[in-house]
């Protein structure tokens, strides 16, 4: 494929999501500042503290380029503190946390409990074909309100936990650490 993807490199599992891209062939750039950004085609906010996150965003001067390449359509996948990062509304958050709202989605943080609260499921995935794929949550977000514009590709106990609206993939779980590579590959081939 050979696409140059960005994984958001300030905290969180960015080592696993470079592993899976490496598997999908995508070349990965590791953003850690704004010249990051500078031809990439498309970017991976990984799972970690969106509260973290979201500080250092600031601290390395990111939020506003990256903003505006979200803005211009750059394709973004979140998973987990991504997602929350990556949502029009974060319920829970902390007061000086921000989002980039490319995705119609409000998210509450840590919505199923404590860490001690993480847990692992089989999902059914739209368009993944009929073998599972596994569901990682940890302290993840559930997903309150959905968009009208926006799909869901997969839920547990009703609730949504992966949703796409045009270039922007996000996942409540964590792909990255189970191992599967189907969703980043769906990602890619999405909008590349
Ligand atoms: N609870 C974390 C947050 O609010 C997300 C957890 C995760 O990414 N595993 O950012």
Do not use: W, Y
């Not at 509260?51 to 987990?80: K, V």
């Not at 902390?94 to 989002?99: F, K, L, M, N, V």
């Amino acid at each position: 494929m050979g696409a140059k993807v960005g994984v958001l490199a300030l905290q969180g599992d960015v080592r696993e999501h470079v592993e899976l891209l490496a598997e999908l062939d995508a070349h990965t750039v590791l953003v850690r500042g704004p010249m990051d950004l500078a031809g990439i085609d498309a970017i991976v906010l990984p799972g970690g503290e969106s509260t973290t996150i979201s500080l250092l965003l600031d601290t390395a001067g990111l939020r506003a380029p990256l903003a505006e390449r979200l803005a211009a359509d750059l394709p973004a996948m979140g998973t987990c503190a991504g997602m929350i990062l990556l949502a029009a509304e974060v319920l829970d958050g902390r007061a000086d946390q921000g989002s980039f709202g490319v995705i119609d989605l409000s998210v509450r943080r840590n919505a199923f409990g404590r860490q001690v609260d993480s847990f692992e499921v089989d999902l059914a995935v739209a368009g993944l074909g009929p073998d599972p794929v596994p569901g990682v949550f940890i302290r993840a977000p559930i997903v309150e309100r959905v968009g009208d514009d926006v799909e869901v590709l997969a839920r547990v106990d009703g609730r949504p936990v992966a949703c796409r609206q045009g270039p922007i993939l996000v996942t409540s779980f964590h792909p990255e650490l189970s191992g599967d590579v189907r969703l980043h590959d769906l990602f890619l081939k999405s909008c590349l």
